[in-house]
Nanobody
Framework: QVQLAESGGGLVQAGGSLRLSCTAS????????MGWFRQAPKKDRQFVAA????????LYADWGKGRFSISRDNARDTVYLQMNNLRPEDTAVYYC?????????????????WGQGTQVTVSS
């Protein structure tokens, strides 16, 4: 079973950027579709972005298009989320997840393994 660990979160001012990383251990990441989700306090978990096992297909939440970019480096067993032009409403814990197939899309029930999350705080 793959284990996932996120990193790269932190405190940033509005308009700034962060790059989150999700590194796998236990099994190679190359056959898994991967996703990023987030959860703000007192809110439901929300889809952010997804990428297929090869990286050929990506999907974004509407509010993230043009600001967020998901990518992967299978040789490094790592998935990235580049976040630009951050807004205070992007403040949340961000989670990466591995799908049970080569592509998980936006549905969180398609993902079977989750990381512990990394906090992103955007100040105004």
């Amino acid at each position: 079973q793959v284990q996932l660990a996120e990193s790269g979160g932190g405190l940033v001012q509005a308009g700034g950027s962060l790059r989150l990383s999700c590194t796998a251990s236990g099994r190679a990441l190359s056959t898994y579709g991967m996703g990023w989700f987030r959860q703000a306090p007192k809110k439901d978990r929300q889809f952010v972005a997804a990428i297929s096992w090869s990286g050929a297909n990506t999907l974004y939440a509407d509010w993230g298009k043009g600001r967020f970019s998901i990518s992967r480096d299978n040789a490094r067993d790592t998935v990235y989320l580049q976040m630009n032009n951050l807004r205070p409403e992007d403040t949340a814990v961000y989670y990466c997840a591995a799908a049970g197939s080569g592509y998980g899309g936006s549905v969180d029930s398609h993902y079977y393994q989750w990381g512990q999350g990394t906090q992103v705080t955007v100040s105004s």
